[in-house]
């Protein structure tokens, strides 16, 4: 499809009507650039197109309806809304090539407004011929095959939603979508809902067996199963990769905070783990202090009073043992001992020189010792242990350990002073902050990643089991007479259908691989820096190769370069999908640097295909980016709108510094 000319009626800021000529001189100009400020009216021209094409069906309503009229009101010019009688329109020419042969179609799409109640009229004029309704009908039927809405949108290329797409990443579902439009293997999909549609109102009208009613609902199990699978698969890619960017983001804020002199999270925590030490031991210095001042300085102070008691109490004890001693060895008990002994001729003498002996032997060595303490036992034994401690201690021992925490003390306050004055710079407790947090989303997301990965295991393992069910199931009705059942036939060609777009998308994902390559290799400032790109057939994950065959990250690059792998990989897939459609790319080069851009106006715009349409600003394609672009343009227009009469102008020029060279 090329589109010849655009013709707006009354449409959003167009007032009257304001006729685009969108024809190609020539294979080598096929660019029609546009320009404009924001607010020009750019956003307008596109939506126009969608609606004079598709109608309520480009909106996703199957019928004109109150949304959809609610829709167009919002398009048409708020000051002719106003008149009486007032037309609106959108009218499209294009031509496009069947049987060889080119034809040329001009849509007319028409508004009549009264009392705000909308009426659409829509005529389809082939090659000057006015086409009556059903001819019309089938015509639209037939254009939303090979040109559908979808297809619409994934040739309006806007910088914004690339950006999403890259920033959002969505590569992978992005490619998916576009690889089932463009190869048109969403018509296989459509036929996939049809069957399985068919086969669920078989099991709700009891036109199936018991065995086929499992079997469909199994399969309706295994699809939900396998697009959880899916999804959770996905999210894991993207944790990954979110995970790796908050990473590299939190070394970048690191490497920021210890240039600039501030501690990081480590470091804060080492320090802390000081200043806890530090105070751990002076609680223990001050609790052995304490203790001794309340337990031994008070006999410490009087340790000589307490040698002497000791002494004192060591005759007293002495005393008592004489004295027991000297009541209980009487010399009538002493007497009938000696007179055992055969050796002892007379026991008369024996006997108080025995006693005598044995009473010197345990005699007090002091004379005269009077009971003075008269301890226990108990309370004679605690004294010897606080006599035997204070033996050992010396009171510069506490001394040092004072010492020693007045300087741990003078350490601890250094270390706080530290951390405070980092933390109370603002920038520092800004980056503080933000590691923390990514700390924190690093945390949550590997998880999340690893709960994940037990889900997907765990439902791979469900999903494996019910696989293996439904086969069992479906072997036994294949064994079975329905062989040649609808149903059986149903089920065989939603199984040819998964297969065949399998091998399209293996098929046609290899070449798009080999001209995404050649593309990107073109356009990139780095030079051969990909060998090769791979793409999953099933995931549709983009793999990248170096010059060695080692992966290549796709984190490492820039978002440039992300943008330009990703209009590589969009135009490899419409070139080998052979479809001749308009390009059109709106603010396409905003995140691009010099070399890109240039890259990008000079080797990728005049190889997108037969049609170009580019909408820009002076910023974007600014004096020495349109000489690069100069000699693939047919037409160009300037979009400028008029704050007092509230309407945009077009003038067949592009902005001001070309007004010299251009002609109308």
């Given at each position: 499809m090329l589109i010849e000319q655009i013709k707006l009626e009354n449409i959003g800021s167009y007032r009257g009507d304001n006729i685009f000529d969108l024809s190609i001189s020539s294979s080598k100009k096929n660019v029609i650039l546009i320009g404009g400020e924001n607010g020009a009216g750019k956003t307008t021209f596109l939506n126009s197109i969608r609606l004079g094409l598709f109608g309520c069906y480009g909106y996703g309503y199957k019928t004109e309806n109150k949304d959809y009229y609610k829709r167009v009101y919002s398009y048409l010019n708020s000051n002719a809304r106003k008149q009486i009688n007032e037309p609106f329109s959108i009218t499209i020419s294009f031509s496009e090539v069947e049987n060889y042969r080119r034809y040329s179609y001009t849509f007319k799409r028409s508004w009549l407004l009264k009392d705000e109640a909308i009426k659409e009229q829509f005529s389809i004029t082939k090659d000057g011929s006015h086409l009556n309704?059903?001819?019309?009908?089938?015509?639209?039927?037939?254009?939303?095959?090979?040109?559908?809405?979808?297809?619409f949108d994934l040739c309006l290329f806007d910088g914004e939603e690339i950006s999403r797409i890259i920033s959002e990443n969505k590569l992978s579902s992005y490619l998916q979508e576009l690889s089932t439009v463009v190869f048109n293997l969403d018509l296989f999909n459509s036929l996939e809902n049809d069957l399985t549609s068919y086969l669920q109102q078989a099991v709700s009208e009891n036109q199936l067996s018991v065995l086929e009613k499992e079997v469909v609902e199994l399969q309706g199990k295994e699809e939900e199963k396998f697009n959880y699978v899916k999804s959770l698969k996905n999210q894991i890619n993207n944790d990954s990769e979110m995970i790796q960017k908050l990473k590299e983001t939190s070394s970048s804020i690191k490497k920021d905070f210890e240039t600039h002199g501030g501690l990081v999270k480590e470091e804060r925590d080492t320090l802390n783990q000081q200043m806890l030490e530090i105070e751990s031991k002076r609680r223990r210095n001050t609790d052995h202090v304490r203790d001794f001042i309340q337990n031994l300085l008070p006999f410490y102070l009087n340790k000589n009073l307490l040698c002497a008691a000791s002494k004192q109490i060591q005759a007293e004890e002495k005393l008592s043992l004489f004295t027991q001693l000297e009541k209980e060895l009487t010399i009538e008990k002493l007497a009938g001992f000696s007179d055992k002994l055969p050796s002892v001729s007379s026991g008369e003498q024996f006997a108080p020189a025995l006693k005598n002996h044995i009473l010197s032997i345990f005699e007090p060595e002091q004379n005269g010792v009077n009971y003075i303490h008269n301890l226990s036992p108990s309370q004679r034994t605690e004294i010897a242990v606080v006599s035997q401690t204070l033996e050992k201690e010396r009171h510069e021992t506490y001394v040092s350990l004072l010492k020693e925490n007045r300087q741990m003390l003078a350490q601890a306050q250094e270390l706080r002073q530290k951390i405070n004055e980092n933390d109370s710079a603002s920038e520092f407790s800004q980056m503080l902050q933000q590691m923390e947090q990514i700390q924190e989303d690093i945390y949550k997301l590997e998880k999340r990643m690893e709960q994940n990965k037990i889900s997907v295991y765990e439902e791979e393992q469900l999903l494996s089991t019910l696989q293996s069910t439904i086969e069992v199931k479906q072997n036994t009705i294949n064994q079975g007479n329905k062989k040649k059942s609808?149903?059986?036939i149903a089920q065989n060609i939603k199984k040819l259908s998964t297969e065949f777009q399998k091998l399209q998308h293996q098929k046609k994902l290899q070449q798009v691989q080999i001209e995404a390559t050649r593309m990107l290799n073109q356009?990139?400032?780095?030079?051969?820096?990909?060998?090769?790109?791979?793409?999953?057939?099933?995931?549709?994950?983009?793999f990248l190769y170096g010059q060695d065959r080692d992966i290549i990250a796709k984190e490492t690059l820039s978002a440039g370069e992300k943008e330009i792998l990703l209009l590589s990989l969009i135009w490899a897939m419409f070139k080998c999908s052979g479809r001749r459609v308009p390009f059109i790319f709106d603010t396409l080069l905003g995140r691009l640097d010099k070399t890109h851009k240039r890259n990008i106006l000079i080797d990728f715009i005049p190889s997108c295909g037969e049609q170009v349409l580019i909408l820009s600003t002076n910023s974007e394609i600014d004096e020495n980016h349109y000489e690069l672009l100069k000699g693939h343009i047919s037409h160009r227009y300037l979009l400028e709108f008029d704050m007092e009469k509230r309407q945009t102008s077009i003038s067949h020029q592009y902005f001001n510094f070309q007004e010299k060279e251009l002609t109308p």
């Amino acid at each position: 499809m090329l589109i010849e000319q655009i013709k707006l009626e009354n449409i959003g800021s167009y007032r009257g009507d304001n006729i685009f000529d969108l024809s190609i001189s020539s294979s080598k100009k096929n660019v029609i650039l546009i320009g404009g400020e924001n607010g020009a009216g750019k956003t307008t021209f596109l939506n126009s197109i969608r609606l004079g094409l598709f109608g309520c069906y480009g909106y996703g309503y199957k019928t004109e309806n109150k949304d959809y009229y609610k829709r167009v009101y919002s398009y048409l010019n708020s000051n002719a809304r106003k008149q009486i009688n007032e037309p609106f329109s959108i009218t499209i020419s294009f031509s496009e090539v069947e049987n060889y042969r080119r034809y040329s179609y001009t849509f007319k799409r028409s508004w009549l407004l009264k009392d705000e109640a909308i009426k659409e009229q829509f005529s389809i004029t082939k090659d000057g011929s006015h086409l009556n309704e059903a001819e019309a009908d089938i015509y639209q039927s037939k254009l939303k095959d090979f040109f559908p809405p979808k297809l619409f949108d994934l040739c309006l290329f806007d910088g914004e939603e690339i950006s999403r797409i890259i920033s959002e990443n969505k590569l992978s579902s992005y490619l998916q979508e576009l690889s089932t439009v463009v190869f048109n293997l969403d018509l296989f999909n459509s036929l996939e809902n049809d069957l399985t549609s068919y086969l669920q109102q078989a099991v709700s009208e009891n036109q199936l067996s018991v065995l086929e009613k499992e079997v469909v609902e199994l399969q309706g199990k295994e699809e939900e199963k396998f697009n959880y699978v899916k999804s959770l698969k996905n999210q894991i890619n993207n944790d990954s990769e979110m995970i790796q960017k908050l990473k590299e983001t939190s070394s970048s804020i690191k490497k920021d905070f210890e240039t600039h002199g501030g501690l990081v999270k480590e470091e804060r925590d080492t320090l802390n783990q000081q200043m806890l030490e530090i105070e751990s031991k002076r609680r223990r210095n001050t609790d052995h202090v304490r203790d001794f001042i309340q337990n031994l300085l008070p006999f410490y102070l009087n340790k000589n009073l307490l040698c002497a008691a000791s002494k004192q109490i060591q005759a007293e004890e002495k005393l008592s043992l004489f004295t027991q001693l000297e009541k209980e060895l009487t010399i009538e008990k002493l007497a009938g001992f000696s007179d055992k002994l055969p050796s002892v001729s007379s026991g008369e003498q024996f006997a108080p020189a025995l006693k005598n002996h044995i009473l010197s032997i345990f005699e007090p060595e002091q004379n005269g010792v009077n009971y003075i303490h008269n301890l226990s036992p108990s309370q004679r034994t605690e004294i010897a242990v606080v006599s035997q401690t204070l033996e050992k201690e010396r009171h510069e021992t506490y001394v040092s350990l004072l010492k020693e925490n007045r300087q741990m003390l003078a350490q601890a306050q250094e270390l706080r002073q530290k951390i405070n004055e980092n933390d109370s710079a603002s920038e520092f407790s800004q980056m503080l902050q933000q590691m923390e947090q990514i700390q924190e989303d690093i945390y949550k997301l590997e998880k999340r990643m690893e709960q994940n990965k037990i889900s997907v295991y765990e439902e791979e393992q469900l999903l494996s089991t019910l696989q293996s069910t439904i086969e069992v199931k479906q072997n036994t009705i294949n064994q079975g007479n329905k062989k040649k059942s609808s149903f059986a036939i149903a089920q065989n060609i939603k199984k040819l259908s998964t297969e065949f777009q399998k091998l399209q998308h293996q098929k046609k994902l290899q070449q798009v691989q080999i001209e995404a390559t050649r593309m990107l290799n073109q356009l990139m400032r780095k030079h051969q820096y990909i060998s090769s790109i791979r793409i999953n057939p099933e995931s549709f994950e983009v793999f990248l190769y170096g010059q060695d065959r080692d992966i290549i990250a796709k984190e490492t690059l820039s978002a440039g370069e992300k943008e330009i792998l990703l209009l590589s990989l969009i135009w490899a897939m419409f070139k080998c999908s052979g479809r001749r459609v308009p390009f059109i790319f709106d603010t396409l080069l905003g995140r691009l640097d010099k070399t890109h851009k240039r890259n990008i106006l000079i080797d990728f715009i005049p190889s997108c295909g037969e049609q170009v349409l580019i909408l820009s600003t002076n910023s974007e394609i600014d004096e020495n980016h349109y000489e690069l672009l100069k000699g693939h343009i047919s037409h160009r227009y300037l979009l400028e709108f008029d704050m007092e009469k509230r309407q945009t102008s077009i003038s067949h020029q592009y902005f001001n510094f070309q007004e010299k060279e251009l002609t109308p």
